[in-house]
Every structure is written in C-alpha cells, then in structure tokens.
C-alpha cells in the first residue's frame, strides 16, 4: 500500500497532466478548476491544495 507521501508526486503530476489537456482544449479563460480536478479524478480541493489557484496551475503547466 502507498503512503500519501509517496503518491503526491504522482498525484501533482496527474493533475498538471490534466490541467495541459484542459487549457490546451478549452483555453484559459473557459478552463476552471472543478474540471481540471475532473479529469484528473481528484477533488477540487486537492488541486487549491497543491496549486493555489487557476492562474498558478497555468503557470506549473
């Protein structure tokens, strides 16, 4: 079994993965938060949790 430790990077790295197809697909501005989650299957609040917010997954991405 994986500790929460050992899977944050491949947690942070799903969620950036996700966060590149929904901005290259939607663009900016159409891109939010919840469906970035979405497609990485995470809660929201796991992707404020590593990221901050929309403008600083862009930026990581």
Do not use: M, N, W
């Amino acid at each position: 079994s994986r500790t929460e430790t050992e899977a944050a990077p491949a947690t942070r790295d799903r969620i950036l993965d996700a966060a590149r197809e929904e901005f290259s697909e939607r663009g900016y501005e159409k891109t939010s938060v919840r469906g970035i989650a979405k497609a990485a299957g995470v809660d929201s609040a796991l992707v404020h949790h590593y990221f901050g917010t929309k403008e600083q997954v862009f930026e990581a991405a």
